[in-house]
Every structure is written in structure tokens, then in C-alpha cells.
């Protein structure tokens, strides 16, 4: 028990860093995954690896509730009307992803879920990130009042190629938000706040799909991971808010190249 113990915390490490930053949580869950695999059915690492997610989206609750209350009673009535606006824009580009993750998940999953796939996009987009750093391109929305909802929906179209593993679904929405004219800091908050209703979908979805029908150990298992992921999240999080302030995403690329290289030599080597 103690040892799933400490592969749970070390797999919420790895989950609460790696959802944030646009390094793709998937390609570092898949190379832990193949030293310390949970010690438990199938049907429990599949649920466990995606509702592990949801103390990630606690996080980003916790951090942004003020920002986020459309309730709040220190808001004036026109900062109230900004945040219901701001959710509406969230939902906006919410929906790509969703519509074609419920149709396609398990199709996309049999099909592309593998460590040549996702080594390919880890060094794709790692690539990407270095050109568009490279182009210097001026931002034209550096507030989120800012966005219109065509651009939520467009960022959502990026947040709809990350299904396909090893983008990073922060990846895919920085590098497409930055692209289409929003700045650094815009470009990572909404990416947080889209993660919302994707990831709590997701979740619950593995909930109702495998149920809480395993064992007591595997529950607290699952718990543990979450806990230590809401709190890791907290941290990359404000790292991630932080580092953008005066740096670029193109130490983000050169890794995405790096660790995509590793899988393809890690996955060479054990087959």
C-alpha cells in the first residue's frame, strides 16, 4: 500500500506540473507510467489518470475565485457582467473539444495513443513554439475583456488538436492564443480557465463510465494523487504566471524537442 502510495504522489508531481506548463502531461504520465505502473486493473488506471485531473482544476478555482465569481459581492455590476461575459467566452471555445472528444475519444485514444505519436507532437509543436517566439509578434489583446468570442472559439479550435496525444492541451491553446494576437499572460490565463469545464467533463465522464466500484486502497490511491496534485498545480501555476513576465515559451520548445527525442529512444530501446 505504501509504495502505490508513493507512485500516486509521484504521478500527481508529474500531473500537476506538466498540465499547466505546455509540455504535454501525457508524454511525461507515459514515460513514469512505463517505470512505475499502479499496482491495479486496467479500468483503474484509465479512470485514475484522467480524474487525477480534477484536483489540477481545483487549483485553477482556488487561485482565480475572485476572478471567476460572477457572484462576489466587491464586484460592481458592470465587473459582474465581465465575468458572465468571460465564462460565456470560455464555454465558446469549450465547445469544439468537447463535441468532437465525445464523439472520437475512443477512436482517436485506440488509434494514435501511443509513444511514436506522441514524441512526434512533443517535438512538433516544440518546434512551433520556437518559430512563433522567433517572429516576435506584437499582441493586440493583453486583457481578457479584450477577446471577442470569435478569438475564444478559435483558441478552442487549437484546444480541440490536443486530442490528439502528446500536443499538451496548454500547448496547443498558449501557442494558438499567442499566435492569433494575444499576449503571453492572456494567452495562459484562458488556457487555465478553458481547462475548467474540459477537464471536469472528463472527469466525470470516467467517473460515470468505470463508477467508484473498486478497492477501498485504490480510492485513497486515487485521493492522494489528487490532493498533491491540486497543490503542485498551485505552485506551476504561479511559476508558469511568473516566468512569463519576462521570458519567452521557447525553453518550452527546446524541451517539448528534448523529451520527445527520449520517449522515441526510451520507447526504441524496451521494444
Known sequence: MLIELLK????????????????????????????????????????????????SILAVLFLYFDKLNPFSGKKSALQ????????????????????????????????????????????????????????????????????????????????????????????ATILGAVFIGCSRAVAAEFSFFMAIPVMFGASLLEILKYGLAFRFQEIIVLLVGMVVAFAVSMLAIKFLMSYIRKHDFKVF???RIVLGIVVLLVFAFLA
Open 80 to 171: 459582474k457582467k465581465e465575468t458572465w461575459t468571460l465564462w460565456v467566452k470560455v464555454i465558446v471555445a469549450s465547445f469544439p473539444a468537447a463535441i468532437i472528444g465525445l464523439v472520437f475519444n475512443d477512436f482517436i485514444h485506440d488509434l494514435l495513443y501511443g509513444p511514436v505519436t506522441i514524441a512526434i507532437m512533443l517535438i512538433l509543436y516544440g518546434i512551433l513554439f520556437i518559430i512563433l517566439e522567433n517572429s516576435h509578434r506584437v499582441p493586440k489583446i493583453r486583457s481578457l475583456s479584450e477577446m471577442k468570442f470569435q478569438t475564444a472559439f478559435l483558441i478552442g479550435i487549437c484546444q480541440m488538436l490536443a486530442l490528439i496525444p502528446g500536443t499538451s492541451r496548454s500547448g
Open 253 to 255: 520548445g527546446w524541451y
Open 8 to 55: 500516486s504522489v509521484v504521478f500527481g508531481i508529474v500531473q500537476g506540473i506538466t498540465e499547466w506548463l505546455p509540455i504535454s502531461s501525457t508524454g511525461h504520465l507515459l514515460l513514469f507510467n512505463e517505470f512505475l505502473q499502479l499496482d491495479g486493473s486496467k479500468d483503474f488506471s484509465d479512470m485514475f489518470f484522467t480524474v487525477i485531473q480534477f484536483g
